[in-house]
């Protein structure tokens, strides 16, 4: 492609407008098609999903901006995409082609007011990293020190503002055109995707992150957060310090320095528990690029340009749900909710509060000391699945939050496969559950009698699964419902049959002038018109019922 038509506001408004209408027409053509959703049907729809997000991907990785970063923000929303089409989108690296060293030049000495040799004794024109948004040198001050230079992609402000008009038709059109855009609230999405965007753009914005990360975590003596040069960071430039590792999954090098595995990992689980589940700022992209390890084993964490913010009311809120699952007391579990702004206007709190019953029934009644990192990826999916169903939908925040969590237990079980979830987050559930300091003392004594079943495998579902009577008469009904589908298309045929040999009868008779077979010919057509009727009726509204 002719690079210098990613600069051009119509050609990049209409190949986004248009892959997006294409994906519509394929969804509603799919499904005007396929009326019925056996295993073949799924799998074909799958399929389809993932071509699409395979189209996506390749479009993304071709035109940068917001169509990667609106990618990794899409990654993060289970309760708007399928899981097919997820999956595919974490594996969009923001990694793109580098522009010429004499743009990023030309912004650095325009935002410094002077030439860069007055500043930096050298920069190395070869950047070490290449975003959708800036790149990143090494470069080494006067003095000697060396030093993590980004600066800001050239016109990636200008390719941001053309994307969000494009962002904001494609929304107009799935609002006016689909039931989905009746389901979610697309003004409220597509105004956290431009803010939170939009703050990634000020590299003033990830400096004051820096700082904050480094004072909040200046206790935790095995983690370190880089230095950040103030007074040579701006709007478009951020200067901080260059660190000497490796990525904290870089097997190779924790064995070259004898670093301690299991130690790394409890120094990340406890960074991200104090961050994930306590009040304050959290890093929403800790995947291994923005994690290193020193060769003393030291953590390392970098790039806070997306960040979310789990807010004091909020932390309260989660409590009083996990409270009210704990006391079996689900209008609170619905008033948490409705306090996070997690329900849309028109949600049936009781269908929802009926949902949630049913489906934490099975999380709530075992023994959870078996959990370990796949099972927990795998409740996560499954809480994803049930939010995606329900008029539920996350801001923000709280999507990336989960993402985060997503990513956090793949980092941990590639540095340690052993990790322990259960023994090493018992006590942080039992003092976060406690809100110690807050109006939640109230429930401490409950909170901690009740932390071991909080901690606990879902048996029920596991003897559900493991239940051979169950298991036979799933698989009779399903066996059922294949041989009433069978028995109502052999009979659609017959009907089918009879009808035209009563039509062509009546036809002949009526040419031949003959009365002794009408009767009988009316008596076909009849049979086969009622019996097609019949049998159509309740074919659909088995399928129906199956489709509930």
């Known amino acids: 492609m002719n690079h210098r038509f990613k600069y051009i506001s119509i050609y ?34 799958e399929d389809l999903l993932r071509k699409q997000a395979e189209e996506y991907r390749r479009h993304a990785i071709r035109l940068g901006g917001l169509l990667i970063k609106f990618g990794q923000f899409l990654s993060s929303r289970g309760d708007l995409l399928p899981q097919s089409f997820i999956h595919e989108l974490e594996g969009l690296v923001d990694r793109v082609e580098p522009v010429p060293f004499h743009f990023s030049k030309q912004t650095i000495e325009e935002d410094w007011g002077m030439p860069i040799k007055e500043r930096l004794r050298w920069i190395d024109e070869k950047p070490i990293a290449s975003a959708s948004i800036g790149e990143v040198f090494k470069a080494e001050l006067h003095d000697g020190t060396p030093v993590a230079v980004k600066v800001q992609r050239y016109r990636v402000r200008e390719i941001f503002q053309m994307d969000f ?42 400096l004051a992150n820096g700082n904050h990360f480094k004072k909040r975590f200046k206790d935790f003596k095995e983690v370190y957060i880089p230095e950040y040069y103030s007074d040579l960071s701006t709007k478009r430039v951020l200067v901080m310090e260059w660190i000497e590792g490796a990525k904290i999954t870089d097997l190779a ?32 992209d800790p995947h ?27 932390a309260n809120s989660i409590r009083t749900m996990v409270q009210g699952f704990i006391l079996n007391d689900y209008d609170r579990v619905i008033h948490g909710l409705w306090e996070m702004d997690f329900l849309l206007a028109n949600a049936d709190t009781e269908k929802v509060k009926k949902m949630i019953k049913q489906t934490t029934d099975m999380y709530l009644d075992g023994d959870f000391d078996k959990l370990d990192a796949h099972l927990m990826n795998d409740i996560l999916e499954d809480l994803q699945e049930f939010i995606k169903e329900q008029p539920i939908q996350l801001p923000a925040d709280y999507a990336f939050l989960g993402r985060a969590t997503s990513i956090i237990v793949g980092v941990l079980t590639s540095v340690y496969p052993q990790v322990d979830l259960v023994e090493w987050g018992r006590p942080v559930i039992k003092k976060w559950m406690t809100g110690e300091g807050s109006s939640f003392s109230l429930y401490k004594d409950i909170a901690v009698d009740t932390a071991k079943p909080l901690m606990s495998l879902p048996r029920a579902l596991i003897e559900y699964l493991e239940d051979g009577d169950k298991e036979r008469e799933w698989k009779t009904v399903n066996h059922q419902q294949r041989l009433f589908h069978q028995f109502y298309l052999f009979y659609a045929w017959l009907s089918f049959l009879l009808f035209i040999g009563g039509t062509v009868g009546l036809l002949y008779v009526l040419q031949s002038a003959g009365s002794q077979f009408l009767t009988l010919a009316w008596i076909a057509i009849s049979i086969g018109a009622i019996g097609l009727l019949v049998i159509a009726i309740k074919h659909f509204r088995m399928i129906k019922n199956i489709r509930q």
């Not at 053509?29 to 959703?37: A, L, P, V």
Request: glycine content about 4%; some cysteine.
């Open 12 to 45: 990049r408004i209409t190949v986004i407008v248009w892959m997006s209408i294409k994906f519509l027409l394929q969804i509603f053509w799919f499904k005007s098609t396929n009326r019925i959703w056996d295993q073949e049907t799924k799998q074909k729809w």
């Open 165 to 206: 008009k494009a962002l904001r038709i494609v929304f107009f059109i799935l609002s006016t055109f689909t039931k989905y855009g009746k389901k979610a609230d697309l003004i409220a999405l597509y105004r956290e995707v431009v803010a939170v965007i939009t703050n990634e753009l000020d590299f003033t914005m990830e």
């Open 253 to 284: 090098f924790i064995h070259q320095h004898q670093i301690d595995r299991e130690r790394v990992a409890k120094v990340l689980f406890d960074l991200c528990v104090e961050q994930f589940l306590f009040a304050g700022m959290f890093h929403s």
């Open 288 to 314: 291994p690029g923005n994690l290193m390890l020193k060769p003393d084993g030291t953590v390392v964490v970098i790039d806070f340009g997306m960040v979310g913010e789990v807010k004091q009311r909020d």
